[in-house]
């Protein structure tokens, strides 16, 4: 029997109408659920987030599973629906962008967050659970990766590309290295080892990282990209939160983490060009802006990016993760495409990508993309 939106018999979700008062108690209770699938996300203190007029909403639940760059923005999205939506339930398990994929792929899961698009691999894979048709990789979620650091007597750093890739190289090993001084000559450097820490999990953060380095200091990072860490790594922890934690208690740690992880600590400018380039969300979005679709995409709707992490234009942070909602074309019930439409497209509306940037420092998704994003979002069946 359904609950109480009513509903077609198909499943399909009704416009929200009625469901637009505060949700301050059902808020309360839907955060039980988003936190007990998550280990770090971050819950607005206040009301819930706003949402459109034309909200569409759906009876029942929805499953998600992925990337822990997603983690925040995600609490943010499911606390925003639900508080509108009163009957629909959304859950998100933020195990890592390697474990979303393979769960989305043997079906345990409707939909994956991941920091890199399914390969055409993985789309061939999930091809039976999509009922032979193809996946969409969707862009929701646009946001700088920081480097964090821990130095007592240092507030902020400046590293170039080649510099940054010798330290994860583990080849630059302390802190008052030449490298280092000669782009902070008003640092106070001391003479420190430096702890390097990666992600030890399956991670679309640390693909992008590594795809960043081999662009920006092919010389100096003689790796291919990939979600696995390269080399034996001289420290590691478990997603976005765990290297930020991991850094903070290690005095001379440096680590990557998304934007949204990196409250109270210290942060580098990266070298682009001759200048060096302060993290933000602005400087992030003008790599996104003008990169094009990947070309081995399997349909136009597939919206996967081919980013240039090597760019030397003035004014940009080139060190950006793009992530995305793996759904598919098609899927084998009609009530699950429902749920997953009017949850996705809420999370690329205007009030959905405010209430992420607002929480996490994100960069909203462009008008021009946002079109292409409903587009395709409006194919699934």
């Given at each position: 029997m ?13 416009h929200?109408?009625?469901?637009r008062g505060?949700?301050s ?17 971050a819950?607005?203190d206040?009301a819930?987030p706003?949402v459109?007029e ?5 009876s029942?639940?929805?499953s ?7 983690e925040?923005?995600m609490t943010?999205w499911?606390a ?8 629909s ?8 962008s390697?474990?979303?994929?393979s769960q ?9 967050g991941t920091d890199?698009?399914l ?6 894979d999930?091809?039976?659970r ?6 969409l ?6 946001v700088?990766i920081?480097l964090v650091f821990?130095?007592?007597?240092v507030?902020?750093?400046n590293?170039?590309p ?6 994860f190289h583990q080849e630059i ?5 030449p490298?280092?001084?000669e782009?902070n ?6 003479d ?5 820490v990666?992600r ?9 990282f590594?795809?960043?380095l081999n662009?920006?200091?092919p ?7 990939g979600?696995?860490?390269p080399?034996t790594?001289?420290?590691s922890?478990q997603?976005?939160?765990g290297i930020?934690d991991?850094?903070?208690?290690a005095?001379g740690?440096i680590g990557y983490?998304?934007?949204?992880h990196?409250?109270?600590?210290s942060?580098v400018?990266l070298g682009v060009?001759?200048e060096?380039?302060e993290?933000s969300?602005e400087a ?19 919206l996967?990016l ?8 003035s004014g940009?942070y ?6 995305y909602?793996v759904?598919?074309?098609d899927y ?5 495409a429902?749920r ?13 990508q405010?209430?992420?940037s ?12 946002r079109?292409k994003?409903?587009?395709?979002i409006d194919?699934?069946?």
């Amino acid at each position: 029997m359904l609950p109480s939106n009513k509903r077609t018999k198909t499943g399909a979700p009704r416009h929200r109408g009625a469901y637009r008062g505060a949700a301050s108690a059902a808020l309360a209770g839907l955060l039980m659920a988003v936190t007990a699938c998550g280990s770090d996300q971050a819950v607005p203190d206040s009301a819930a987030p706003a949402v459109p007029e034309d909200l569409e909403c759906f009876s029942g639940s929805l499953s998600g599973a992925g990337s822990s760059a997603q983690e925040n923005a995600m609490t943010t999205w499911i606390a925003g629906y639900q508080s509108a939506c009163e009957d629909s339930r959304v859950y998100y398990n933020s195990i890592g962008s390697g474990g979303g994929r393979s769960q989305f792929i043997d079906g345990a899961v409707a939909f994956a967050g991941t920091d890199a698009a399914l390969d055409p691999a993985e789309n061939a894979d999930a091809r039976e659970r999509c009922g032979g048709s193809d996946t969409l990789n969707l862009p929701s979620y646009v946001v700088p990766i920081a480097l964090v650091f821990n130095l007592e007597s240092v507030d902020s750093l400046n590293l170039r590309p080649e510099t940054l890739a010798k330290i994860f190289h583990q080849e630059i090993t302390r802190w008052n290295a030449p490298e280092i001084a000669e782009d902070n000559p008003d640092a106070d450097l001391p003479d420190m080892a430096i702890t390097p820490v990666n992600r030890s999990d399956d991670s679309g953060t640390t693909e992008n990282f590594t795809n960043y380095l081999n662009q920006a200091a092919p010389e100096a990072w003689p790796h291919e990209a990939g979600g696995q860490w390269p080399i034996t790594a001289y420290e590691s922890a478990q997603g976005n939160s765990g290297i930020a934690d991991t850094v903070k208690r290690a005095e001379g740690a440096i680590g990557y983490v998304e934007m949204s992880h990196t409250h109270g600590m210290s942060t580098v400018g990266l070298g682009v060009g001759g200048e060096f380039v302060e993290v933000s969300p602005e400087a992030a979005a003008n790599v996104v802006a003008k990169s094009p679709q990947r070309e081995e995409n399997p349909s136009e709707y597939d919206l996967a990016l081919d980013l240039d992490y090597g760019t030397t234009e003035s004014g940009t942070y080139p060190l950006v993760l793009v992530s995305y909602e793996v759904v598919c074309l098609d899927y084998p019930d009609d009530r699950t495409a429902q749920r997953v439409k009017a949850f996705l497209k809420y999370v690329v509306s205007p009030e959905g990508q405010q209430a992420a940037s607002e929480e996490t420092g994100s960069a909203p998704v462009s008008d021009d993309l946002r079109g292409k994003l409903l587009e395709s979002i409006d194919t699934i069946s």
